[in-house]
């Protein structure tokens, strides 16, 4: 067994530092604030009761003490593996000391060398094999961050002072780096050591031999350093053409090729292609806007890294507000404004709540770190939206913080927990599939298709449809078009307004647009003449879907309704302890309109049977998605007023080919255990119809067409 890994055994036997412990092994366990790589982990909660980074260094010596190698080799190696990781360990005041005196502990291979130079001096000053250990420290690692387009190839070329001095032969150093590679990369995990290997090798024989490289381009580095985002479905070369249109990329990237960038994947690999590219622009200049200088060869991303992850219910995830550091959403909507015009200059957006940081250390001057500071008010109202996180504050105080960074209010579920919200979407598969009974011809527009589980469903029934998925959410789209990415879909997705539809589909091109409950939606959410829950907004909705349909197509809505007659009364008879105080709660909460409520009980009130059904609606979702439903009016129209609303909207030429409705299946069930509803006298009423089928077909004749 090598001696460094009976010395961590005695550590872990003991719990305790000996007198005689290595200086290494006291750098790696007196961490008081580990320093990891949290794309490598699966859950914050690893880190309560481990030493990560210790963890590994042990597992690369377990990997190097089976490998079949001489004596001298496994010595050299030891030393290297040991030592390349210090620079993440140390106390808090050491670390701070080493800072002051120079060392990088930013880029830890450099920083780390730097380190065992120290004690390698103090040691042993004469030991002929110093010089080499440290480079063998100093480039550890960069092969597979080449692999990974976060290098140039140049910054191995250290590496040929160890032949060029005859420290080693050519062959000598091969078989060292190989070696050396497995080890640091089969610790991280030995299927990516298979994944990697003849890649790695060929580019050992390259270093070894003083070969030149093949040079990659900046979209295939670009392609490198997204590698974990493709894998997870984003589509690389579409975002790529994308980007082309807007941006001569390899032209504005190109100062980044001499440079390399530390905990870019783990930082902006959650963010999209568009923005990690802007993130770049803004790391290529200072705050006024000049150019780096040449003398910048590191760019570090780790401050924002650290910004980016909480751990949800044991699983680790983006965290997009529930810490000051976590504001992922407000970081999109920032770069979302920024032009690549302004961008390109240097010119930075102003944003009173939000502002970018690229930082030079005076005793780094070849390192900038980059990061965004939120204002103290921003960071307070983070703070007030976590205290307040378990009582009603805390809706208003969400609500606050979306309008603090212009956040439209209808993306609190994404905002929330995206994954969860797109998950549930995907879960009314056996709701929408009656739509396809209604659906004609090919060119089918989908309306914010959430998901995507109706877009599957047009493509799996109707094989030579054509669908269109239409979502106003930045995040959405590119999630639908990371799905069809891993999937496979035939269906495409486009960002835009559905109410401006002839921006993005021509006039008269679509023979079924689909509005499956989000009609209700932009009631809720979207202003026209500055109001909210304006029937005009569906008024403007239908008439955009109807220009761009063509004659013979239909539109489709299936959506929340209020029932008839609107003057019946229902009472309710809470079952749980804290019925009434949620019915209290919302009728407080509700902007839609004004909830009527006579508390005939401790657990009892009758209402209007609209705004009984309109609290039910909200209570049948729970806690968790309250924020989000108490803003959204379900039902806004009975099927009466729908129907008059289309023909005065559209005209008396649009043919209204169904019109019925239906208790949605699940809220009786939902509520028989939380609630009894029943009409004035108490007597057990079932729940009224819940939710509209409405086909709207557009004449043949072309007169017909409502301007």
Not at 168 to 184: F, K, Q, T
Not at 266 to 291: I, M, P, Y
């Given at each position: ?15 305790d ?38 963890d ?14 001489s ?20 106390t ?62 140049a ?71 997204r ?29 980044l ?35 780096q ?20 219910r ?6 997009v507000?529930?810490?000051?550091q ?6 999109e ?10 961008i ?13 940081i690229?930082?030079?250390k ?26 307040a ?23 609190y ?43 599957d ?82 008024e ?27 003057e019946?009364?229902r ?25 009527e ?34 803003q959204?009016q379900?039902?806004y129209?009975t099927p ?8 005065n ?11 019925r409705?239906?208790?949605q299946?699940?809220?009786?069930e ?12 108490g007597?057990?009423?079932?729940l ?20």
């Amino acid at each position: 067994m090598l001696q460094s890994l009976k010395a961590i055994a005695n550590y872990r036997k003991e719990n305790d530092l000996a007198w005689d412990t290595p200086t290494w092994l006291k750098l790696l366990v007196s961490a008081e604030e580990r320093i990891v790589n949290l794309e490598r982990i699966r859950s914050i909660g690893e880190l309560k009761d481990a030493n990560p980074v210790l963890d590994y260094v042990e597992r690369t010596l377990l990997i190097l003490d089976g490998l079949p190698l001489s004596f001298w080799v496994k010595e050299l190696l030891e030393d290297v593996l040991v030592w390349s990781e210090t620079a993440k360990g140390g106390t808090v005041r050491e670390r701070l000391r080493w800072q002051h005196e120079g060392i990088n502990l930013f880029v830890h291979n450099i920083g780390s060398s730097q380190l065992y130079v120290r004690q390698a001096q103090a040691e042993s000053p004469a030991y002929p094999r110093n010089s080499m250990t440290r480079i063998l420290i100093e480039t550890h690692g960069l092969i597979g961050q080449y692999i990974r387009g976060e290098i140039p190839f140049a910054e191995n070329r250290l590496l040929l002072e160890i032949t060029r001095k005859g420290w080693l032969s050519p062959e000598e150093l091969e078989l060292v780096l190989r070696a050396l590679n497995e080890c640091i990369i089969a610790g991280v995990e030995p299927a990516l050591w298979d994944q990697v290997r003849s890649e790695v090798e060929q580019l050992i024989g390259w270093i070894a031999w003083d070969n030149a490289p093949v040079v990659w381009s900046v979209k295939e580095r670009l392609e490198r350093l997204r590698s974990v985002s493709i894998h997870e479905g984003e589509p690389f070369e579409q975002a790529y053409t994308e980007l082309e249109r807007e941006l001569n990329v390899e032209k504005a990237l190109a100062p980044l090729e001499n440079r390399t960038l530390w905990y870019v994947e783990s930082a902006l690999q959650d963010f999209s292609l568009q923005e990690l590219v802007k993130v770049f622009l803004l790391t290529l200049r200072d705050g006024t806007g000049q150019e780096q200088p040449a003398t910048v060869r590191h760019i570090s991303f780790e401050s924002l890294m650290n910004t980016m992850y909480y751990d949800y219910r044991g699983v680790k995830k983006i965290n997009v507000y529930k810490k000051p550091q976590y504001k992922k959403r407000m970081i999109e909507k920032y770069l979302s404004a920024l032009s690549w015009q302004d961008i390109s200059k240097g010119k930075r957006k102003h944003n009173p709540h939000l502002s970018v940081i690229v930082e030079h250390k005076e005793e780094l001057p070849s390192t900038v770190f980059f990061n965004f500071v939120f204002s103290s008010a921003a960071e307070k109202l983070i703070d007030f939206c976590i205290e307040a996180e378990k009582t009603p504050l805390y809706d208003k105080a969400v609500l606050l913080l979306f309008d603090l960074f212009g956040l439209r209010r209808d993306a609190y579920d994404r905002f929330h927990n995206e994954e969860t919200y797109l998950t549930d979407m995907n879960q009314t598969v056996d709701y929408k599939r009656v739509i396809l009974n209604y659906v004609t011809g090919t060119r089918i527009l989908d309306i914010g298709p959430g998901g995507g589980v109706l877009l599957d469903l047009i493509e799996q029934e109707r094989p030579d449809a054509k669908p269109l998925g239409l979502d106003i959410s930045v995040n959405v789209i590119e999630a639908l078009k990371r799905k069809k990415q891993l999937e496979r879909h035939r269906w495409d997705v486009i960002k835009g307004d559905a109410l401006r539809l002839e921006e993005y589909v021509e006039t008269g091109s679509m023979d079924t647009v689909i509005f499956s409950s989000i009609l209700h939606e932009l009631y809720s959410y979207i202003e026209r003449d500055g109001i909210r829950f304006n029937p005009q907004t569906v008024e403007a909705a239908l008439q955009s879907a109807y220009r761009v349909l063509a004659p013979g197509g239909r539109i489709i809505i299936r959506d929340g309704i209020m029932t008839e007659p609107v003057e019946q009364r229902r009472r309710i008879r809470f079952l749980e302890p804290d019925g009434m105080e949620w019915l209290m709660r919302y009728a407080q909460d509700f902007a839609g309109r004004h909830i009527e409520i006579e508390r005939v009980g401790e657990h009892e009130a009758v209402l209007p049977v609209n705004d009984a059904m309109e609290f039910l609606y909200t209570y049948t979702w729970g806690a968790e998605a309250y924020v989000h439903e108490v803003q959204e009016q379900f039902g806004y129209f009975t099927p009466s007023q729908y129907e008059e609303r289309i023909r005065n909207t559209l005209g008396p030429q649009a043919i209204i080919r169904v019109s019925r409705h239906y208790l949605q299946e699940g809220y009786a069930e939902a509520l028989s255990s939380r609630v009894e509803f029943m009409n004035e006298q108490g007597q057990p009423v079932p729940l009224p119809d819940s939710t509209c089928l409405i086909v709207i077909e557009k004449p043949n004749d072309r007169a017909g067409i409502a301007e």
